[in-house]
């Protein structure tokens, strides 16, 4: 327990005293807030009636998001739409990035192949050539070789025709 004594209040009225000033003067704060309540009535009201719209435009704002928010499910759903076909498109185009590739190099080792052929025709044909010349030349040797046997053999008769010539003559 505490040992100090019980202070003496500055206010020597008595308890009920005290209690009834208080009553009094919680009268007198209620009359004051009454009078002010009448005078603030249109503006509660005004209040009131601006909540009440302001309720009511939060309420077409719902709505008009609600309908937004459905246009933009569809949007959403469209857009899934296509990004699965653009996915299958870009499918499609690696398979034919794959072919053209596959293409090309076909085509690459078909160049090589036909310069290779290309050179190899070629060295055949001058083989050909050099072999057909040689022919050629071969053969032109013996005609000249023939036609050089047949022209001394033709200057032997003129000179045996001669020879009768003067025989007979």
Not at 62 to 77: H, R
Not at 105 to 116: F, G, I, P, R, Y
Not at 141 to 158: G, S, T
């Amino acid at each position: 327990m505490n040992e100090e004594p019980t202070r003496n209040l500055s206010d020597h009225r008595s308890f009920e005293e005290r209690v009834f000033a208080r009553f009094d003067s919680m009268d007198a704060r209620l009359e004051t807030l009454e009078s002010r309540s009448y005078d603030t009535r249109p503006i509660w009201e005004r209040a009131l009636k601006t909540i009440m719209e302001t309720g009511l435009e939060v309420g077409e704002i719902k709505n008009k998001v609600g309908v937004i928010e459905t246009k933009v499910g569809v949007i959403e759903t469209k857009v899934g739409v296509i990004e699965t076909k653009v996915g299958v498109i870009e499918t499609k185009v690696g398979v034919i990035e794959t072919k053209v590739d596959v293409i090309e190099t076909k085509v690459q080792a078909l160049d090589n192949e036909l310069t290779a052929t290309k050179t190899v025709i070629r060295n055949g044909l001058v083989d050909v050539r050099r072999e057909l010349k040689h022919y050629v030349g071969t053969r032109l040797d013996m005609i000249h070789k023939l036609l050089m046997e047949d022209r001394e053999d033709i200057r032997d008769a003129e000179e045996r025709i001669r020879e009768l010539e003067t025989k007979l003559a």
